[in-house]
């Protein structure tokens, strides 16, 4: 049996399936980014000390900026980091368009509304295989044609990935 390319499938993203992160999407651990996670940590320390000393959202900004500038940049401790930027965001980031700041753009153009600091913490890691918390590239390696196949035309926020 040879199996087809899923490249036309609106659920394929550079040779990995989405299927499941998008029934479930945070549900399985082993693919959120490292990188975020990372991230998210230092920003949980932070917000814990703050909670404990009582200081602003001010203060906890400022002395947040200064930890991002100690810390090791994004994508220094993932070897597959690719910052985001030209090209088609929509095949990297996760098989769907993305707009600046890397949120999901669905049909009609309507980015998913901001999550706060957490949505900030996905755009400063600006990794192209970012989707949300998760990297494509920790998602199943697709198969070929299968019976979820869904017709990238087919798929909203998809044109830009038509070949």
């Not at 930890?67 to 769907?96: I, L, S, V, Y």
């Not at 993305?98 to 153009?109: L, N, P, V, Y």
Request: aromatic residues 6%.
């Amino acid at each position: 049996m040879l199996r087809m390319p899923g490249d036309r499938c609106a659920l394929y993203a550079v040779g990995h399936c989405l299927h499941a992160e998008r029934l479930n999407p945070g549900l399985e651990t082993n693919w959120h980014c490292r990188e975020l996670v990372r991230y998210v940590a230092a920003y949980d320390l932070l917000m814990e000390q703050g909670e404990r000393f009582s200081l602003s959202m001010d203060e906890l900004g400022g002395m947040w900026q200064g930890r991002c500038a100690t810390m090791p940049a994004p994508g220094a401790g993932c070897t597959a980091f690719a910052p985001r930027g030209g090209g088609c965001k929509g095949c990297g980031g996760g098989g769907r368009t993305q707009d600046e700041k890397g949120r999901a753009e669905e049909e009609g153009g309507a980015a998913d509304p901001p999550d706060g600091a957490f949505t900030d913490l996905v755009a400063a890691i600006g990794c192209m295989y970012s989707m949300d918390h998760a990297c494509v590239l920790l998602m199943p390696v697709c198969e070929g044609r299968c019976q979820r196949f869904v017709p990238r035309e087919s798929a909203p926020g998809s044109a830009c990935c038509k070949k």
